[in-house]
């Protein structure tokens, strides 16, 4: 279907592909492919159409899996030997209700955002280890493990207790890409009061 409607050449990655056809009476132009970051942000109105339960009829994912299951309801009926009427409706039912299900489920799951990018929200209270000693008026170098990745920074104390290579470090702040540390066992709560 992909080699007849020309699109053997798209990016599916995604899931989604997007192509103009000019639809005036001046049929003698060009088609136009546009890259989709390239267009203005789409109004209210388009973002709502787009959203609507009709929308579903146009989506290439509904079609799909649509007529799939129609297709797979349709011969396992018909191979029990049902009444033609009745696998005949079956198959439509289980064509459109497959096929909006699918449709539905990878619209939600491409909403979804995940983002495996290093802020510096994420490295507070994170605790990690002394690659390079240092101490209150020197810098040093600290390994953290931070959203599955081990990664180094630059890092300052104010503690006056010198850091030694291999000390476990707790993150209390960020600045610049540094990060300002403390020895872990500081910040445990002294219970010998």
Same mark, same amino acid.
């Given at each position: 279907?992909?080699?007849?409607?020309?699109?053997?050449?798209? %990016?599916?990655?995604?899931?989604?592909?997007?192509?103009?056809?000019?639809?005036?009476?001046?049929?003698?132009?060009?088609?136009?492919?546009? %890259?989709?970051?390239?267009?203005?942000?789409?109004?209210?109105?388009?973002?709502?159409?787009?959203?609507?339960?009709?929308?579903?009829? *146009?989506?290439?994912?509904?079609?799909?899996?649509?007529? =799939?299951?129609?297709?797979?309801?349709?011969?396992?009926? *018909?191979?029990?030997?049902?009444?033609?009427?009745?696998?005949?409706?079956?198959?439509?039912?289980?064509?459109?209700? =497959?096929?909006?299900?699918?449709?539905? +489920?990878?619209?939600?799951?491409?909403?979804?955002?995940?983002?495996?990018?290093?802020? +510096?929200?994420?490295?507070?209270?994170?605790?990690? *280890?002394? /690659?390079?000693?240092?101490?209150?008026? *020197?810098?040093?170098?600290?390994?953290?493990?931070?959203?599955?990745?081990?990664? %180094?920074?630059?890092?300052?104390?104010?503690?006056?207790?010198?850091?030694?290579?291999? %000390?476990?470090?707790?993150?209390?702040? +960020?600045?610049?890409?540094?990060?300002?540390?403390?020895?872990? /066992?500081?910040?445990?709560?002294?219970?010998?009061?």
């Amino acid at each position: 279907m992909a080699i007849l409607g020309g699109l053997d050449g798209a %990016d599916l990655a995604d899931g989604h592909f997007e192509f103009e056809v000019p639809t005036d009476a001046d049929s003698d132009r060009d088609l136009e492919f546009t %890259d989709p970051g390239d267009r203005p942000s789409p109004s209210l109105f388009a973002r709502a159409q787009r959203s609507s339960p009709l929308s579903l009829l *146009t989506s290439f994912k509904f079609w799909t899996f649509g007529l =799939c299951f129609f297709g797979l309801t349709g011969l396992v009926l *018909t191979n029990l030997g049902l009444n033609p009427g009745v696998v005949a409706i079956v198959a439509v039912l289980m064509g459109l209700l =497959c096929g909006s299900m699918m449709a539905l +489920t990878l619209r939600a799951l491409r909403q979804r955002y995940a983002s495996s990018l290093v802020e +510096t929200a994420d490295l507070a209270g994170l605790e990690g *280890t002394v /690659e390079v000693p240092f101490d209150a008026s *020197t810098r040093g170098k600290v390994r953290v493990r931070v959203k599955g990745s081990v990664v %180094d920074y630059i890092a300052y104390t104010n503690d006056q207790q010198p850091l030694e290579r291999g %000390d476990r470090i707790l993150v209390i702040g +960020t600045e610049n890409n540094r990060l300002w540390v403390i020895p872990a /066992e500081s910040s445990a709560p002294d219970l010998s009061a």
